[in-house]
């Protein structure tokens, strides 16, 4: 098990818990005083740990992260955000508008992978032609076997599911970016040709401003986050961190990943057990 499915599991055993029973009695060593909201802290810790321990291994033996790698490292924390704030969303609230003629949650997550899709076309043809050495501008025909978004039909699984697969597609096609590539003037929409370092720091930003899009909604459809579900955000965000600290090293610190994974499992456990038991 990684240390992310061990967070999912978690997520899934915590994410709907009360008020109430994240405060099941519940200890750790000597700290028995929060109840099982302190499962979730402690997994949180236990992310931030390993993250250091990734960071610092990585910083010593290498490979060291190119400029495209840390930028991505930032985009991923924006999508670790942004399915921490979709962790306690039901089905039945997708399509829901918080205003008349407002998006609901799935609209705006269409538009995202849409923006995305057009983002990476720009960057992957970019970088493509310099490496060719051609001097031209993609052709319609180029830009439009790239540009296919992901469609997010379907329940929560389905959607969430789509937003997996634009993000790890972008990894893969953008993480080997060389750092005297980045400067690569790209096309897009607009009439300047951005470089590609640009259009890397929009996946970010794009995303970001839509997940406090998607938080506004969600408290206009009368769904405000839950303690737990703040908890979650937290945990998500932290093994976003964990997983762009690996980006272009996967298999750095595996003992110390294998570990962290038991610890964060035996915490979903606790947390299972203690609901069960309340």
Partial sequence: MTPTRAVERLVRAAVGLTDAQLGTPWAWHEYDEEGLRFALLMAHQELRDLTATIADER??????????????????????????????????????????????????????????????????????????????????????????????????????????????????????????????????????????????HRLEEHMRQHTVQVDKTLAGIGHPPSEAERLARLVYQAVGGLEAAQIGAPGIASAAQERSAAVIAGLAGSVETGVATA
């Fill in 59 to 200: 910083a010593r033996t290498g490979p060291p992260l190119t400029i495209a790698q840390r930028i991505l490292g930032q985009y991923h924390d924006a999508y670790r955000d942004l399915t921490g704030a979709l962790a306690g969303l039901r089905d039945d609230e997708l399509d829901r508008e918080p205003a008349p003629g407002e998006w609901p949650v799935r609209s705006a997550i269409q538009h995202m992978l849409g923006a995305e899709s057009g983002f990476r076309t720009s960057m992957v043809l970019a970088v493509r032609l310099r490496r060719a050495g051609e001097r031209r501008s993609a052709t319609d025909d180029e830009r439009k076997a790239l540009n296919v978004p992901e469609q997010v039909g379907g329940d929560r699984g389905a959607v969430l599911d789509g937003l997996f697969r634009s993000h790890v597609r972008i990894l893969r096609e953008l993480s080997d970016v060389r750092d005297e590539e980045v400067d690569t003037p790209s096309e897009f929409w607009e009439d300047t040709r951005y470089p590609v370092r640009f259009r890397l």
